[in-house]
């Protein structure tokens, strides 16, 4: 095993976070468009707590869509404090409209990706993976998927005695577009689009390969592997079995944004159930929320009247319908923001991001409502008058 060799600040801000100095630290980002800038949010504490930037003591940087944006600019040497500002500016130029009659279902895409390919330009240059890598001592991992060959492409560079990487030449800002590519949202970069469309929204689980099975393999062994694992935030839609057979508008506008956004948390969860399964002997710890009253309550409260789109003054007030957050609704980023100050205040009362937070009874994840169902499942999946009356389209 390659031990890493701590200085002093290193070994203050390991010991800060309760993480073994034999361990190798890995920071992953999950995507979910304006929903990043909660991420930033448990980052900037991370940091605060640490003593250090993200970069100057963590290993390596995993990210997907949203997430590869912070990851890249974590990559490139900035503290969180500076990607919430650096963030803000490429939201407001990403989501601009192609034309007044785009629009994701009728004449996509959506967004026209001028602005937010310049602003990479000026904050990035023409830097690539291998010198940002090799300068700043940290390894990097972005999801894409390639429509091409089909397949989910994986731009990574490791600086594992030598840089290795099949895209360490890769421009960042390059990867980074491709990253965020979301059809319907954007066009394709050429043949990438959003690694968000693949199983790995939440890029954890591969960045844990690649770093300990191909190129970053002898550099991180297990059990030595910290993985902070950080979420976006995800709502938690339940339909009943009529909706589904007749939902509200267009079958297809419900049966594709639901897939769209199902799929990915569904990847997330087996993901999370895998890690803490006891399968993988590890430091795992994962922070995530859904967007629900429920969930909410459970926060600490905060004074929310300046934000404009909802009649709620506090976050204990508002509603399901107000926490319906797409990727998109620019309208709701300074919610998102307050959404992921109060999470953050939460995790601080817990555990202070030393470990999981996944204190229940199921040992799943503590800030995301699910519903019980089983008690009204059981009885139809053992009727055979149930399923012979149940209509078949």
Known sequence: MSVKQLTAAQLQAYQNLNIHPNNRIIISLDGGGIRGILTVQLLKKIEEIAGLRIGQFCDMVAGTSTGAIIAGLIASGKSAVEIE??????????????????????????????NYRAALKATLNDVT?????????????????????????????????????????????????ATMSAPTYFSPLERFIDGGVTTYNNPALAALMEATRYDGRGKYEMPNVTLLSL?????????????????????????????????????????NDFFRSGLMAMDYRRYQISFDAATMAKLPNRDITALHFTNANSLHALTDGDLDVQMDDTTKFDLMAEIGGAMTDYIMQKNKFKGDLNDTPSKRDELITSFNGVPQILPLVTSATWIDNTPTG
Not at 237 to 254: L, R
């Open 231 to 271: 979420g976006t935030g995800e709502t938690v839609k339940s339909f009943s079995a009529a909706e589904a057979a007749n939902p509200s508008g267009p079958d297809v506008y419900f049966w594709l944004n639901y897939v769209m956004n199902a799929s990915s948390d569904d990847a997330a969860s087996m993901q």
């Open 85 to 114: 500002g650096l963030y803000k500016q490429l939201v407001s130029k990403v989501f601009l409209k192609r034309d007044f009659l785009a629009n994701r279902f009728a004449n996509p895409p959506s967004y026209d990706k001028k």
């Open 129 to 177: 993976l291998a010198e940002v890598c090799s300068q700043n001592n940290i390894d990097i991992f972005i999801t894409s998927k390639d429509l091409t060959d089909n397949e989910e492409t994986f731009f990574t560079c490791f600086n594992n005695n030598g840089i290795k990487g099949t895209y360490q030449n890769a421009l960042l800002r390059i990867v980074m577009e």
